[in-house]
């Protein structure tokens, strides 16, 4: 059974599940869909076609599912769909998608999300992701699982971002982000791999080995485009998964941008 606080508006046809709990002054619009055990501390709005996974918990003051921060934006129909076990602190905003994104904002399981950070129309997160506070996604952003962003970090429109990657404190991201790569500064600039990360996450050391060595190839390197240094290193690794990752990711897109090192002074 749900509880809702006699000061809360929860419009009609709002789906609530088992063990919804929604604090004063809350409002869920007309179709929204709140999982089991969804908890609304107080002041929380969520508006438009969102759902939100079971037991994840929204502080106040957070803007949830309304529309994209699009100047073009012209009313269609658009969804937010978060998944399971999230947190999400005070003054979050997370903004449906729109026509020129696929209609779709989608978060993934067991996000954190730190107080006043945001998520952009279009973008699409994996599980597991932390946005320290005052992080800003904008939109039609790709972010895989595993990622940590530091707190005032900022990630340009389009930008892909690959899992267990690591965003430093106030970087400024314009530029696509390799599987496990480190970022720091702004314009960012690539600082190394998160072996920070790869060690937390129990990545078998051999591999973490075979990862440094395909890093070196790739961006110690002045032979070739970084496309084709990829294609070499991979065609050399064939047998180790975390670096057909980085050279999968940097080979999936012509048109891309990286995230280099910066250039030796």
Do not use: W
């Not at 509880?3 to 619009?29: K, N, Q, W, Y």
């Not at 969520?46 to 529309?67: C, E, K, L, N, Y």
């Not at 900022?154 to 430093?168: L, Y």
């Not at 690539?190 to 790739?218: C, M, S, T, W």
């Amino acid at each position: 059974m749900s509880e809702i606080h006699p000061s809360a508006i929860v419009e009609d046809g709002a789906t609530l599940g088992e063990g919804v709990r929604i604090g004063p002054f809350c409002h869920v619009g007309s179709q929204v869909v709140l999982g089991d055990g969804v908890e609304l501390k107080s002041h929380v709005a969520v508006a438009g076609d969102t759902r939100i996974g079971a037991r994840t918990a929204i502080f106040p003051f957070a803007s949830i599912g309304h529309q994209a921060q699009d100047l073009k934006y012209r009313g269609e129909h658009a969804t937010l769909r978060i998944g399971e076990d999230c947190l999400i602190r005070e003054g979050v905003t997370m903004n449906a998608g729109t026509e020129g994104g696929g209609f779709s904002t989608t978060i993934g399981n067991r996000c954190a999300f730190l107080a006043n950070s945001h998520v952009g129309h279009d973008s699409h997160l994996g599980d597991n992701i932390v946005l320290s506070n005052n992080v800003m996604i904008a939109g039609h952003v790709t972010v895989g699982s595993n990622v940590i962003f530091g707190g005032g970090s900022a990630v340009i429109q389009f930008t892909r971002i690959g899992d267990h990657a690591f965003i430093g404190g106030l970087a400024g991201l314009e530029n696509d982000l390799i599987p496990f790569g480190m970022v720091t500064g702004n314009r960012a600039h690539l600082g190394g791999l998160n072996l920070v990360g790869l060690k937390r996450r129990n990545f078998p050391r051999e591999q973490i080995h075979a990862l440094r060595a395909a890093y070196r190839d790739l961006f110690e390197t002045e032979t070739g485009t970084l496309r084709e240094r990829a294609q070499g290193v991979a065609d050399a690794n064939a047998d180790q998964p975390l670096v057909r990752q980085v050279t999968d990711f940097i080979l999936e897109k012509e048109d891309r941008r990286f995230c280099t090192p910066r250039a030796p002074e």
